[in-house]
C-alpha cells in the first residue's frame, strides 16, 4: 500500500473524511486504489495517526502537472 504525505497546519491534526491532493511526479493510482496517508507539518513532523483512504482521479495530469486526486474513506467490504 501506497503512503501519501499530506502537509497540514497546526488546525488539522486528523485526515479529513474526503480530501484532495495532487499527486507526485509519476504517481499513478488506480481507481479506488486504497492508500495510508499520513498528514505532516512544515518542519516535516508526522501528525495525527495515518489513515486508510481510497482514490478517485478528478483531473487528469499532462506534461506540466500531474494528476489531482480525492481520497476518500473507503467501503467495508467482507
Known amino acids: 500500500m501506497k503512503t501519501i504525505k499530506i502537509r497540514t497546519d497546526e488546525s488539522v491534526s486528523q485526515v479529513p473524511l474526503l480530501i484532495p491532493f495532487q499527486g507526485a511526479p509519476k504517481d499513478q493510482f488506480d481507481h479506488h ?5 499520513q498528514l505532516v507539518n512544515d518542519d516535516g513532523d508526522l501528525v495525527g495517526e495515518p489513515e486508510i483512504r481510497a482514490v478517485v482521479k478528478t483531473h487528469d495530469g499532462d506534461e506540466n502537472n500531474s494528476a489531482w486526486y480525492e481520497a476518500f474513506v473507503p467501503k467495508e467490504t467482507d
Open 33 to 37: 486504489e486504497r492508500v495510508l496517508i
